[in-house]
């Protein structure tokens, strides 16, 4: 069954938008009642002020591409759902998906992801990859203009493969994310295993692996029976010593 | 600077709310039944007479215009009669353009393309246009009658401005005969017999006709579906499939009217690019204020604001300069808008 469209998605085809390359945001914002300026930003990647009709969007110039946008997208997202307030997003919100549904960021968030890799061309799109690995999420961002992280976030969430995405710093795991076939259980660990070929990278500089690479789950996930199982992993490396690792699981774990 | 074939859009106005919104016609557009979408195949078909467009485009661009806002249903008007009135408009409109264009040109015996000479003293404009719309709605009219033969000709030696004597010589027929033909319960029976009537005592004849033919929309409107069925297949086309077609030129019309939205909006953008609106300067500190208010989640007034910033610190003085170019440009904005002073 075909999935209902979100309010992105139905202001993109209410525009006739059929390809990646046709999501023109600052048309959109237009058609939207607002303006957007680039402007150098110290506190803040972007901002939008605006009244009942009107909004002015500032983006942080300095940023780059694609952060840009998905930053022009999550303000047009507090432009659909929160006039009338005023809301200010620290940088701990950003990818903190623990946070509750009713956090106004994590709409925010969402409609930008809905309005920069909209599910009804991303899904068709994915739907030719045989695996998840990073070269093919590459691809993918190229072609919508996005972030790797944003592609391999919303790629998850369309459950089409059996995916778990989990970001860690040096000392925890920051954020994860699973496709929604997987079972509850298959939660990865909270600190990153020393075996693993992320924390390789992490903590010795390995260079990133060209493909995925097979690894006990037990180095990834601790439930019990974990050991039975092997799963492969692949990473990159995020600002501020973070990584972010694309992991695939066996059968066994989809529910 | 000219935003306005793509104005920014926003919270409906207490003007515009008496037309549907854009979301809403397509709603509408969306809740259209078989029997609805019957109904205005039967009225596409009878309009397309005249004009150049192919079948499904008509209705196409009446469902384009309504998406685009370029025509605008009002409120209490039924979608299915804004429709229809909006493809007769579209096609009178059609058919005034197409008889405004004067061939220059012609094949000779040769087989060549020569210019035609131009004459300072040809018909006068709009008499060749009057009797372009003439011919057109006596065409919808004699289509109409389909299978009467003789009412088919009683229109056409109207049409020609005959009555009274000349008509029934022109017809060969005697007055009971005509009494019959203007009495006569053909397919829109009483609407046909009263505006034939009207017809042979009024020179305006064309404008009866125009009536008679919106009358025959609003009968097919008010029509059972049986009766546009029976219509539909008599003009050969399959009412089964009617529904399906429609949706997919439907469709269409949507992606359409979208991808010229989105090309407008771009245009506007390069627009606004190139010759902002003037943001005055103004009082720097009536606008550090009301930022300050906005900072605080107090707007007040009748400030109905939104402040939002993605990774939020501590503003700079220099992101304080810009957030105050950015209210200054935001209230340029609203001066634009006629709708917004209203509020």
Request: glycine share 6%.
């Amino acid at each position: 069954m075909t999935p209902a469209l979100t309010a992105a998605e139905r202001i993109l085809q209410s525009l006739g938008i059929a390809d990646p390359q046709e999501i023109d945001l600052e048309a959109i914002a237009w058609t939207q009642g607002a303006v957007v300026n680039y402007r150098p930003l110290d506190g803040c990647e972007a901002r939008i002020i605006g009244s009942s009709r009107k909004a002015v969007i500032s983006v942080n110039s300095r940023s780059p591409e694609r952060r840009r946008r998905f930053s022009l997208a999550h303000e047009l997202g507090h432009w659909h759902h929160h006039r009338g307030r005023v809301l200010f997003c620290g940088k701990d919100d950003i990818g903190n998906f623990a946070n509750d549904a009713l956090n106004p960021e994590r709409h925010a968030d969402t409609f930008a992801s809905d309005l920069i890799l909209p599910n009804y061309l991303l899904i068709p799109r994915i739907q030719k990859l045989k695996t998840v690995n990073l070269a093919a999420a590459r691809e993918v961002s190229d072609e919508f203009s996005t972030s790797l992280t944003a592609t391999l976030l919303k790629m998850t969430l369309s459950n089409q493969f059996p995916m778990v995405i989990a970001c860690y710093n040096k000392t925890k795991r920051r954020w994860f994310e699973r496709a929604p076939m997987i079972q509850p259980w298959w939660l990865p660990m909270r600190a990153l295993d020393r075996q693993t070929f992320a924390a390789d990278m992490l903590f010795n500089g390995a260079a990133e692996e060209n493909f995925p690479r097979k690894m006990p789950a037990d180095a990834w996930f601790d439930f019990k029976g974990s050991d039975r199982f092997e799963v492969t992993e692949q990473s990159f490396l995020l600002p501020d010593e973070e990584i972010l690792t694309v992991l695939t699981l066996p059968d066994a774990a989809i529910a | 600077m000219d935003h306005a074939s793509a104005p920014l859009a926003g919270e409906l106005s207490e003007s515009e709310s008496r037309h549907l919104a854009p979301e809403e016609v397509l709603e509408r557009l969306d809740s259209l039944s078989p029997e609805d979408k019957r109904r205005l195949k039967l009225i596409e078909l009878r309009r397309l007479s005249g004009t150049d467009f192919q079948e499904g485009l008509l209705y196409q661009e009446a469902v384009c215009q309504a998406l685009l806002g370029e025509r605008r249903c009002p409120r209490e008007v039924s979608f299915v009669a804004f429709l229809a009135q909006s493809m007769r408009s579209i096609a009178s409109h059609r058919r005034k353009a197409l008889s405004r264009q004067v061939p220059t040109s012609k094949l000779d015996g040769s087989g060549n393309l020569v210019d035609l000479p131009i004459a300072a003293d040809q018909l006068d404009p709009e008499e060749t246009l009057i009797e372009r719309e003439a011919a057109d709605v006596v065409a919808e009219i004699y289509k109409l009658l389909e299978g009467d033969d003789e009412a088919q000709l009683t229109i056409m030696a109207i049409a020609d401005g005959k009555k009274g004597k000349e008509l029934r010589d022109e017809l060969g027929i005697d007055q009971a005969r005509f009494d019959y033909i203007e009495t006569h319960q053909t397919r829109r029976g009483q609407e046909v017999s009263e505006r034939v009537a009207l017809m042979t005592n009024k020179r305006k004849s064309i404008e009866e006709l125009r009536h008679l033919s919106d009358a025959i929309d609003e009968s097919i409107l008010g029509g059972s579906d049986a009766e546009v069925r029976e219509e539909l297949a008599a003009l050969g086309i399959d009412p089964g499939k009617v529904a399906a077609e429609m949706h997919t030129i439907a469709e269409e019309a949507k992606r359409v009217a979208g991808k010229s939205h989105l090309a407008r909006a771009k245009d506007a953008v390069s627009s606004f690019r190139s010759s902002p609106p003037n943001a005055s300067p103004g009082d720097r500190t009536a606008l550090r204020s009301r930022l300050q208010r906005m900072r605080s989640g107090r707007p007040g007034g009748n400030d109905s604001l939104i402040m939002a910033a993605r990774k939020g610190k501590d503003m700079s003085a220099s992101d304080e300069e810009g957030a105050l170019d950015d209210l200054a440009q935001l209230e340029a904005l609203e001066s634009e808008d006629p709708e917004a002073s209203k509020e």
